[in-house]
């Protein structure tokens, strides 16, 4: 993508200057009306504070301040010697996730999209989400590890580990696949398939690995999530445990008089 601004673009930011208010606030909104406008898509780099220098004429330090607000609205990533990048069109809300029903569960996947990073067969003394699976499903276990990101941004929202009694060849081989596992999970919790779900909420300590995956600092607070699929026998068929992104990320829930 070019960086630098064309004539008309630049004219446009000039006549936004006669506004009242600081050059830095003119400048972050006007590079955020870019942003909005796609003219900078999500994933790009903005150009750098000498080019913005260059194409506004305004000091390093204005540029500087117009950058740093864009961040804190969450539209751009600083990183030292790597320059800005686009991580969201428009200021991000906190997600809020509002769960009434089971088919509320199924459908949160329709407002996020899912990226299969890695899937294995395991076995019960991975951990306690596995052992359940193995002992209590009777089953081989399939462990399947995403990401799960809202729609337009780029910054993960959890860390989804999602742990499959395996009870066909077919159901392993397309689980084992990452091309057709986050599909495959769809069809095993489908909703004519699943009568009840338990779930336990906690908050918790971001380990280094989950934390590198998740772009946080090891040791932030994370929003933890572990639910259990049921199908209409009573059989467990999946375990999801889920680290969600503390500052992202809120859960919602209505309560009635009985």
Do not use: W
Not at 72 to 77: D, V
Not at 125 to 151: D, F, G, H, K
Not at 201 to 218: C, M, Q, T
């Amino acid at each position: 993508m070019e960086h630098k601004l064309t004539g008309s673009r630049k004219s446009e930011q000039k006549s936004e200057q006669k506004s009242e208010g600081p050059y830095y606030k003119l400048l972050a909104a006007f590079l955020a009306k870019e942003i909005k406008e796609r003219r900078y898509a999500v994933g790009s780099a903005l150009p750098t504070e000498r080019e913005l220098c260059e194409s506004f004429g305004y000091s390093r330090h204005t540029t500087r301040e117009a950058l740093r607000l864009l961040e804190e609205k969450g539209l751009i990533k600083r990183r030292q010697g790597s320059g800005s990048t686009v991580v969201a069109i428009s200021p991000p809300v906190r997600y809020e996730q509002n769960i009434q029903t089971i088919d509320d569960v199924l459908q949160h996947g329709n407002a996020t999209r899912l990226h299969v990073l890695s899937s294995e067969e395991v076995g019960a003394e991975l951990n306690q989400y596995a052992s359940q699976v193995v002992n209590l499903a009777e089953t081989p276990c399939v462990l399947v590890r995403s990401i799960r990101y809202p729609r337009n941004d780029v910054r993960p929202l959890a860390l989804v580990d999602v742990y499959v009694a395996i009870r066909s060849k077919a159901r392993l081989r397309k689980l084992l696949d990452v091309k057709t596992a986050a599909q495959e999970i769809v069809n095993t919790v489908d909703l004519h398939k699943i009568d009840r779900i338990d779930q336990a909420f906690s908050a918790v300590n971001i380990g280094e690995a989950e934390a590198r995956l998740l772009h946080v600092k090891a040791g932030d607070s994370a929003f933890q999530i572990v639910r259990r699929y049921y199908d209409p026998s009573g059989r467990l068929v999946v375990v999801a445990h889920s680290l969600y992104h503390g500052t992202l990320f809120t859960y919602a829930s209505t309560l009635h008089r009985s």
